[in-house]
């Protein structure tokens, strides 16, 4: 999030960090100017989902999945609408073609979520797709 929001600094758009209001080991970077405390990791989660427009994923571990998961989860319910997700680093070919290969039903939502190995491929797909 750090690397993004640097990205953003010189920008005049609002750089939101979602925190957990409990968790103390965690401040914002010094990139975030709004920030939003929520009550849980799940709040925190939904949060996160209900603001974006497009989602770039990057290489994460167990939250980094649930977020792409909850996102897969809710656009295929049409709970959220359809939107744009790019996931950037190897590790997510994998992750997604086990998605598709276990879920035939998942793959309607497949054409808003791509696999990107180049961060210019990954940018240009966002920005014609939002």
């Known amino acids: 999030m750090e690397a993004a929001l640097k990205g ?3 920008s005049t758009i609002n750089k939101t960090g979602i925190v957990l209001k409990d968790l103390k080991i965690r401040n914002c970077n010094n990139y975030v100017n709004n920030v ?4 849980s990791y ?5 949060k996160l989902i209900s603001i974006g427009d497009a989602y770039v994923i990057f290489p994460g571990g167990t939250g980094t ?3 792409i998961a909850a996102l897969m989860a809710l656009m295929q319910r049409d709970i959220i609408k359809i939107k744009p997700v790019a996931c950037f680093g190897d590790q997510w070919n994998e992750v997604l073609q086990t998605i598709a290969f276990y879920s035939e039903s998942a ?3 497949f054409d808003s979520i791509k696999h990107f190995s180049d961060p210019y491929e990954t940018a240009d797909f966002i920005i014609s797709n939002v």
């Open 107 to 109: 793959i309607e939502v």
């Open 8 to 10: 953003a600094a010189n």
């Open 36 to 39: 939003v405390k929520t009550n």
């Open 42 to 46: 799940i709040d925190r989660l939904m």
């Open 65 to 67: 999945h649930l977020e």
